[in-house]
């Protein structure tokens, strides 16, 4: 007997994947924490074998390291992975015996030089699954910008290896064979990925432009290289870590979970290295924060833009976080790299207003108010902080686009002399990036929080009389 199962994660949109046959089991592309897979293992009675890597991913940080010491699990990765810790090399073609059935290992370069497909060949023989990793997604394929090196390995030659790779390892297998992925819409590993978590290989083959069955090379290297976006900032040092090493998760979480008083809280905000993350909601933290904090709040992509906005993969944070929530924050930070989280704050924001504590608000409005400044002030100063794709798609009419992503780069764009309305799809990026500008002394601004379906769904009645705003 066999069992797949996908853990998938949504605010990392990743999928990690636990298989077992006959009291063992492996795991695939595992998260940081380790304890779901180990509870796993003894709900089913079974021993954790393998723990196989598709290759050194970059936008979160592996828990293979922390999982093969508790299991006694051998690491595997493809070929050309080379690590600081002991690992097993599965050469090209390599099968691994896992209870009744077997996973055979193809090494599918381009992504990155190491990136590996696993195939799962059940008990009868028949291919049925391949784990792909960030080779192939549904509707889409990794992007081949991450692993390049000057000089040695260019983006082209990365995408050439990727189309060899799909042509001639995975297409080749049968139509029926199951597609499961590490990641789905909302990662940065691609950029046309689908909202599905699995798919089979026929079907990929029909809807997925890059396995188009008449795609040239060329065309398919000019097609997956267009239109990428520069990777965050974290992915490297992601990457690295999964290569040298890393904290086990156990120590990052004791030394996060420190409550601190408001009194102690206060003397670490006083030091330079130390910075204060607000992960309240959005609402909550325009009506009242500390001075100095930044807000990324943990109902929304919180991990991918922690390593987004906060440069510094080693920086000191402490936290304000809704009471209960406060270990939840620690381990989300640490699946990036995040591992310095020295505190929280105790009693969480209401501790801090109890003891009289200094407060700051953000002048925040909504969709009503949003509309009615466009009416009457067509010329107003709009900034929207959605993606340049979000952008260029539809946007508000004489809106300039300024994109969170980038704001550390563009933020001398930025006049403080001039009043500005700063906007995106939810007011979720609008009040990270009110943050950061308010804590490097710019408060010039009004916080929209409205959806963009607001703008584009408005009709004159609300807005007065007026054109489109959209364009």
């Known amino acids: 007997m066999k069992e797949i199962e996908q853990i998938y994660t949504n605010c990392l949109a990743q999928g990690a994947y636990f298989i077992e046959s006959n009291g063992e089991a492996a795991v695939i592309d595992p998260l940081r924490e380790t304890q779901p ?18 290759h050194f991913h970059a936008d979160f940080v592996s828990g293979h390291l922390d999982l093969a010491k508790k299991t006694g699990a051998t690491i595997i990765y493809g070929p050309k992975a080379d690590t600081n810790y002991d690992i097993h090399n599965a050469a090209d073609g390599e099968e691994f015996k896992i209870g009744n059935i077997k996973i055979r290992a193809i090494h599918t370069p381009g992504h990155t030089p190491e990136s590996t497909t696993y195939l799962l060949i059940d008990e009868d023989g028949k291919e049925t699954a391949i784990f792909t990793g960030d080779t192939l997604f549904i509707g889409d394929v990794g992007r081949p910008d991450l692993a390049q090196k000057n000089g040695e390995i260019s983006v082209e030659d990365l995408a050439g290896w990727l189309f060899d790779s799909l042509r001639n390892k995975i297409m080749v297998l049968p139509d029926d064979v199951i597609v499961y992925p590490a990641h789905g819409q909302g990662s940065s590993c691609g950029k046309n990925m689908s909202s599905e978590t699995w798919s089979t290989l026929g079907e990929q083959k029909i809807s997925n432009y890059a396995l188009r069955a008449d795609m040239t090379k060329e065309e398919f290297i000019k097609e997956v290289t267009d239109g990428l976006q520069a990777p965050p900032q974290y992915f490297p040092k ?17 030394r996060g ?21 607000d992960v309240r909601s959005k609402e909550d933290f325009v009506n009242a924060y500390i001075s100095g904090s930044w807000f990324i709040g943990l109902d929304g992509s919180f991990a991918p833009w922690v390593g987004t906005m906060i440069n510094d993969i080693a920086q000191k944070i402490i936290l304000v976080a809704p009471v209960g929530r406060e270990l939840e924050t620690i381990k989300r930070l640490s699946r990036v790299g995040y591992d310095n989280t020295i505190g929280y704050l105790e009693g969480g924001f209401k501790s801090w207003q109890k003891a009289g504590g200094e407060i700051q608000k953000i002048e925040t409005i909504g969709s009503n108010e949003f509309l ?43 006049d403080g002399n001039t009043k500005y309305y700063i906007h995106c799809r939810s007011g979720y ?16 601004f009004i916080n929209v929080q409205a959806a963009f379906t607001d703008f584009e769904n408005t009709d004159c009645e609300l807005a007065g009389s007026c054109p489109s705003l959209i364009q």
């Open 37 to 54: 897979y180990l509870d796993r293992a003894e709900k089913l009675g079974v021993k954790i074998k393998y723990i196989f890597e598709t």
């Open 238 to 254: 992601n990457a690295k870590l999964n290569k040298i090493g890393y904290d086990s998760f156990d120590e990052v979480m004791e």
């Open 257 to 277: 979970n420190q409550a601190l008083s408001v009194r102690d809280f206060s003397l670490l905000a006083e030091q330079d290295d130390v910075l204060i993350l």
């Open 372 to 414: 009615k400044v466009l009416r009457d002030n067509p010329t107003v100063k709009i900034l929207d902080v959605r993606k340049p794709g979000e952008f260029n798609t539809k946007h508000v009419k004489g809106a300039k686009n300024f994109a969170l992503d980038f704001i550390h780069d563009n933020i001398s764009e930025f």
């Open 429 to 444: 990026r609008s009040t990270v990036a009110a943050s950061i500008l308010l804590d490097k002394g710019y408060d010039n």
